[in-house]
């Protein structure tokens, strides 16, 4: 068993460099989310404005909106909740004290939105488990919303089991795409 404190640490410096180098596969792992099911269904997407450290989510919002889709984007609160607002040409964002940009306005998501796209440092194919960045709040989001979750998995994130300790609170995914 490999601790989540260890991977949290290693996985960043093995996603850093595969991003550097391996822009025709991030394409094709792109493609594969467009073409899902889940995608081209969804009226509502939820996903993240990504660092520049992490799978970009520019595409993911692009497309989203070419196809007439609304775009949400979380914004943290207080006890490690998050909540979904509308991210559009009105939304000012603002980052937060871990330079994530998040928005300071826009319509709050009442429910889930149809695809919630989850950020994750490493997931399993065997339980379809993550590990996200350590705060839990994918985790708390997923477990009181219905929604349809979605990771996109690089190769240096995707583990083919589940070799970290899963905690009670650990929500698994419903797809991975990669």
Known sequence: MLAKSYIRKE???KIAAWLKQNTESLSKL???????????MANTIATTISMEHELSTKPIIQ????????VYVPQTLANNQMQFRLFNQETVLKP???GVLEPNNGEILAQGADLTIVPALAVSLDHNQRIGF??????RYLAKVTTMSISLA???????ETVWQVDDHDQPINQIIY
């Not at 497309?63 to 609304?70: G, Y």
């Not at 690089?154 to 083919?160: A, G, T, V």
Request: charged share 20%.
């Open 154 to 160: 690089m190769s240096p994130i995707l583990f083919s």
């Open 134 to 139: 350590g705060a839990g709040y994918y985790d």
């Open 96 to 98: 937060t004290q871990f």
């Open 11 to 13: 996985q960043p410096k």
């Open 63 to 70: 497309r989203a909106r070419q196809m007439s889709k609304q």
């Open 30 to 40: 792109y493609d594969k989310l467009f073409m899902c099911t889940a995608f081209q």
